[in-house]
């Protein structure tokens, strides 16, 4: 067995058994930047993308439908995706239970929100653009800087040949590439070992919004996740292990006729400034980031996760839901109103529709790569703690997509045991209308494809968590995610073992308390 089984296993157990270092006390005095900063790099602002809530504009329920169409990207298309997934949409200010409270006001700690969620709100992601001919830019490569909106030249040059090498033939055809990475000191200066846990999601959430505007305005988002990540790492020249890169995205580029280029050479000479004046190297993070890079170029067979999906029980008293509310508002709205509800909830009931909708949209999310076969099933299985719902009776229950029901596990009321199990003090639990878990087969996963399995398995739930915050948005309810639970209760309550499934998140729906201050400044 890999490495990634004794990590997946120590995630399960650490709120019985801390991680190393136990000790560790984030220094927010030296945080590093939310965003990487290439100094002296030229930039050009990416096209101008107006927020629209017309009738007309796709809706939610267009993000979620299960495929997009054929419609090639240009330089508007990618400007508007990468906007409302990662740039930044404005500030916000509202007094929540959340403990960083007192700090928001100052601007330097200031809560800049964007269309995607991400753990903690550190935002550790990175894009590149890997232009090559007929992009409307100069072939090169870029970094996206979600606090411009602008790209950042790092090297001028078409090296698309190198990509397709570097991704295989599912690239064969391709001439823009979008590269998602992450930088490990973004999110480890406050999460430590457990920040590869943390930004293997972020890699999910950001994916799936990609997906969701894609499916919305008829374009396709296909993520290569197992590629030469020790090459493409040199051709970018990062640090091999300061930063690992996760998917590897063709996109289809409107362009009738590609003109030539001369083949680029060379590597990324420039690197990013900076900000901590102390950068710590964790060495759990160190092995499982070397653990999974190393299995990152394994090509193997379509098919190799047909065994692993989800398994569904066929025991217990079965509660047909009504059909979903319709998310009918427009996607871009939706991405804008998407927040963390942070102890604003007030126990007032929501409808088995709304709840209906969220579960449906959850489940739904996916991360499709090149392993998919025709027999595979959806790794994800939905576990639901109602507290109040409307025709629910208060228990515990698994959701059964296909039927469109919930089956009963339990008739306790979850309420003091979701607070038990809850390690900090930002959410009552218990006044949430529900919280929805999802769970994984994770060492089976592992088992069938070895270690680069891991990122799969974290990015699939990061995707639930992204379409679960925007469906939520779109019904007008409070919302919120969470990792800060005992997994292994979890476990017992719903009466598995981590080693076979593994409830890898908790994410919370209910009706927020009116009237309370809030404060949001949009830009543009």
């Not at 006390?25 to 927020?51: E, H, I, M, N, Q």
């Not at 489940?363 to 392993?371: F, G, K």
């Not at 990015?459 to 990792?483: D, E, H, P, R």
């Not at 908790?506 to 830009?523: C, F, K, Q, T, V």
Request: aromatic letters at 10%.
């Amino acid at each position: 067995m890999g490495y990634a089984h004794d990590y997946a296993t120590a995630i399960m157990h650490r709120g019985r058994t801390p991680m190393p270092p136990a000790d560790f006390v984030p220094d927010w005095g030296d945080a590093p930047r939310r965003f990487k900063l290439y100094s002296g790099a030229v930039t050009f602002p990416l096209p101008d993308v107006p927020v629209s809530a017309d009738a007309d504009a796709p809706s939610v329920a267009a993000g979620f439908a299960a495929t997009g169409g054929d419609e090639p990207f240009d330089l508007a298309s990618l400007s508007a995706m990468l906007r409302f997934s990662y740039a930044i949409q404005g500030r916000r200010l509202a007094p929540t239970a959340n403990s960083d409270l007192a700090s928001l006001p100052r601007y330097q700690h200031a809560n800049w929100y964007r269309g995607t969620a991400s753990g903690g709100g550190l935002y550790p992601c990175s894009t590149y653009w890997i232009a090559g001919p007929g992009a409307d830019v100069n072939p090169g490569v870029y970094y996206y800087s979600p606090a411009e909106h602008g790209m950042q030249r790092l090297l001028a040059g078409d090296v698309v040949e190198r990509l397709r090498r570097i991704v295989g033939p599912v690239a064969d055809d391709a001439t823009q590439f979008l590269v998602v990475g992450v930088k490990y000191w973004q999110n480890a200066f406050k999460y430590n070992s457990f920040s590869y846990h943390a930004v293997t999601m972020d890699v999910g959430t950001t994916l799936q919004t990609w997906r969701t505007w894609a499916a919305a305005h008829d374009r396709q988002i296909n993520p290569v996740l197992w590629f030469d990540q020790a090459d493409l790492s040199d051709l970018l020249g990062l640090e091999p292990d300061a930063e690992g890169l996760f998917a590897v995205v063709p996109i289809a580029w409107d362009t009738a006729e590609q003109p030539s280029a001369q083949p680029g050479a060379g590597r990324v000479v420039r690197t990013d400034k900076e900000r901590s004046k102390v950068v710590i190297e964790f060495e759990t993070i160190t092995k499982i980031h070397r653990a999974t890079a190393a299995a990152a170029d394994d090509r193997l067979a379509v098919g190799s996760l047909r065994e692993v999906g989800a398994v569904l029980r066929d025991d217990g008293v079965v509660i047909e839901l009504p059909e979903p509310d319709e998310l009918t508002m427009p996607l871009v709205t939706a991405l804008r109103r998407r927040r963390s509800s942070f102890g604003r909830f007030e126990g007032r009931p929501i409808t088995a529709s709304e709840l209906a909708a969220s579960l449906a949209a959850s489940v739904s999310a996916r991360i499709p790569n090149e392993l998919d076969g025709p027999d595979d099933g959806n790794l994800v299985k939905l576990y639901v703690f109602v507290n109040h719902v409307t025709d629910i009776p208060p228990g515990v229950y698994e959701y059964a997509p296909e039927a469109n029901a919930l089956r009963l596990i339990s008739t306790d009321e979850p309420g003091a045991f979701l607070q038990e199990s809850y390690f900090l003090a930002n959410y009552n639990l218990e006044q949430t209308a529900a919280v929805v878990v999802p769970s994984v087969r994770t060492h089976a996963v592992l088992d069938a494809v070895g270690d680069r399995g891991y990122n799969l398995v974290n990015a699939t739930i990061g995707a639930v968590s992204q379409n679960f915050y925007t469906a939520a948005a779109a019904l007008g309810l409070g919302a919120g995610v969470a990792l800060g639970f005992d997994n292994i209760s979890y476990a017992e309550r719903l009466g598995i073992t981590v080693l076979d499934e593994a409830p890898l998140l908790i994410m919370l729906l209910g009706h927020e308390r009116a009237g309370s201050g809030d404060y949001h400044y949009e830009l543009g």
